[in-house]
């Protein structure tokens, strides 16, 4: 195997010469021979490499470019991490506000009635489990105005024909369903927390990668400029 001073020697001899780049391969290979064959360094998690890549440090090796991707990428975790707790509160808060009032303008143009059924619907026979079954029975109301009405309402079978149901209408004797109430009035909050926060998090990431996108163009313009300014000295093609 060539000594390191031969190789120097030869790279230095086609240099002058001007070789087509066999020096250069020379030295790549006795680079390659001579490197130590001993046990590997330890592996490194990819979680770790990310913490280590935006860990501030005097690496010389990290281009500006590179130090202002770091730091925009923390920027935006502590976004997260700061805002989403506000957002969900905030969007919860509001949408429970809202739930809030449309309950109590329902709960004060809505009212409940006595209704008689006016077909009935027998009970299954022979259920060993004893669950409840819903039907559709044909019911008959009198509105607050005086104003008869008939309408379908969802019941538990076995009701039988002329007893009293109890409903809920509006102020014209329509049939409606009953006013929000605080179990439904949580969950229309917490799903507009959470569409929030779903929300503000695919706002941060579309910014991360349009601005990991717009430095990578910087990076890799640099890298060309470098490129072309210190190629030539390593290499003869031009």
């Known amino acids: 195997m060539p000594s390191a001073s031969y190789l120097s020697q030869l790279w230095v001899r086609n240099q002058g010469a001007g070789d087509d780049g066999e020096g250069w391969l020379t030295m790549r290979r006795w680079a390659r021979g001579s490197a130590p064959r001993g046990r590997r360094g330890p592996r490194v998690g990819c979680w770790r490499r990310a913490v280590n890549g935006l860990r501030p440090d005097h690496n010389p090796l990290r281009r500006p470019v590179d130090r202002l991707e770091s730091m925009l990428v923390l920027g935006l975790i502590g976004l997260f991490l700061v805002a989403t707790p506000l957002i969900a509160l905030g969007v919860g808060r509001w949408a429970w506000d809202g739930a809030a009032a449309t309950a109590r303008t329902e709960q004060a143009a809505w009212h409940q009635v006595r209704a008689t059924v006016?077909?009935?619907?027998?009970?299954?026979?022979?259920?060993?489990?004893?669950?409840?079954?819903?039907?559709?029975?044909?019911?008959?109301?009198?509105?607050?105005?005086?104003?008869?009405?008939?309408?379908?309402?969802?019941?538990?079978?076995?009701?039988?024909?002329?007893?009293?149901?109890?409903?809920?209408?509006?102020?014209?004797?329509?049939?409606?369903?009953?006013?929000?109430?605080?179990?439904?009035?949580?969950?229309?909050?917490?799903?507009?927390?959470?569409?929030?926060?779903?929300?503000?998090?695919?706002?941060?990431?579309?910014?991360?990668?349009?601005?990991?996108?717009?430095?990578?163009?910087?990076?890799?313009?640099?890298?060309?400029?470098?490129?072309?300014?210190?190629?030539?000295?390593?290499?003869?093609?031009r």
């Open 118 to 237: 006016l077909q009935g619907v027998p009970a299954p026979k022979n259920d060993p489990y004893g669950a409840i079954y819903l039907a559709q029975i044909s019911v008959k109301w009198i509105a607050e105005d005086g104003s008869a009405h008939t309408g379908r309402v969802t019941a538990e079978s076995g009701v039988r024909t002329g007893a009293q149901v109890t409903v809920w209408t509006g102020a014209n004797g329509q049939l409606t369903g009953p006013p929000l109430g605080r179990a439904q009035m949580a969950h229309q909050a917490a799903f507009a927390g959470l569409m929030g926060v779903l929300g503000f998090s695919l706002l941060l990431a579309v910014t991360a990668l349009v601005t990991r996108q717009m430095l990578q163009r910087r990076r890799m313009a640099a890298w060309d400029a470098e490129w072309r300014a210190t190629g030539p000295v390593w290499s003869n093609y």
